[in-house]
């Protein structure tokens, strides 16, 4: 039989782990947006025409945001990962898919 307390701990349980999962969830988001940034990057450093030279630099201005998200107060709330370990992983990533 339940009893008050074991409910509460279900309760605190369930609202913890929805918790980390919604946390994990930004977090993975963040790091597809920036493997994508970094993607589109490589491609379009190889072209030197006007729009592709503009489109360079809302990507990099994209990039710095992303990584802004990463060493932000709100990222560490959510994750005690190093965010230089997870950011360097997706640039060694792209890099070697270039």
Not at 1 to 11: E, K, Y
């Given at each position: 039989?339940?009893?008050?307390?074991?409910?509460?701990?279900?309760?605190i349980t369930t609202v913890d782990e929805s918790y980390a999962a919604l946390a994990n969830a930004?977090?993975?988001s963040a790091a597809r947006?920036?493997?994508?940034v970094l993607r589109k990057i490589v491609k379009l450093s190889k072209k030197t025409d006007k729009e592709s030279v503009y489109k360079l630099k809302v990507l990099v201005g994209e990039k710095k945001k992303i990584e802004k998200f990463f060493y932000s107060e709100w990222y560490g709330q959510l994750s005690n990962s190093?965010?230089?370990?997870?950011?360097?992983?997706i640039q060694n990533n792209v890099a070697q898919a270039a």
């Open positions: 039989m339940l009893n008050a307390n074991t409910v509460n701990d279900v309760i930004i977090i993975a947006d920036y493997e994508k190093d965010p230089d370990y997870i950011l360097e992983q």
